[in-house]
């Protein structure tokens, strides 16, 4: 059975290599506008599963695998910062404080319609951050792409304090560990 991410973004489709199953990778052009008083939880949802809905539509067959992410202080979303200017903001709000990142997963089977959907929350302590480390931070890792403005995978991981939660690829963007078992139940095992 065919696996389709439906993404555009290269930090999914790197995650998703390291399972070592081929895929394709399909742009689900989806309206990522929020609602009106929705909370963060079900936005994340929402867009999972609105990606996958979005690609799966094209198929007969095949895993359709949706994610999306929020980074949340207090009830506060923060979105891509866009700018240099911008991503140095966010990191000054994060210094010191805790955000939790939440990240929806959606796999639908195109062929039974079948849907999964979860939400997978991990907690981040950032470090107390001066204006020149996060300045410097910026200006040598651009993470003007990444919600709550840094890659955990790189140079980022020097901006926290701790991380907590059940799956450290959530942070990144797609929960491998939750994925793993959802190919399972779809009779995809990754090993075995």
């Known amino acids: 059975m065919s696996i389709v991410l439906a993404s555009s973004s290269r930090y999914r489709a790197e995650l998703l290599e390291r399972l070592e199953l081929p895929f394709t990778a399909v742009s689900p052009e989806l309206d990522e506008t929020p609602v009106a008083g929705e909370a963060p939880e079900v936005l994340v949802a929402r867009l999972a ?38 991503a140095r903001a966010q990191l000054a709000r994060l210094s010191g404080n805790e955000v939790r990142f939440l990240t929806g997963l959606c796999l639908i089977n195109a062929a039974s319609g079948r849907h999964q959907l979860t939400v997978v929350e991990t907690p981040v302590r950032f470090r107390d951050l001066s204006k020149e480390e996060i300045a410097d931070y910026v200006a040598r890792e651009k993470p003007l792409d990444c919600a709550g403005a840094f890659k955990s ?5 020097a901006l926290f304090k701790s991380i907590e939660g059940t799956d450290p690829n959530a942070l990144i963007g797609l929960p491998l560990i939750e994925l793993c078992t959802m190919l399972k139940r779809e009779g995809i095992p990754v090993i075995g």
């Open 153 to 157: 995978e790189g140079l980022g991981i």
């Open 49 to 86: 599963r609105g990606k996958a809905e979005a690609v799966a539509r094209h198929y007969t067959d095949g895993l359709i695998i949706g994610s999306d992410q929020v980074a949340l202080i207090g009830q506060d979303v923060l979105g891509k910062p866009g700018t240099q200017k911008r």
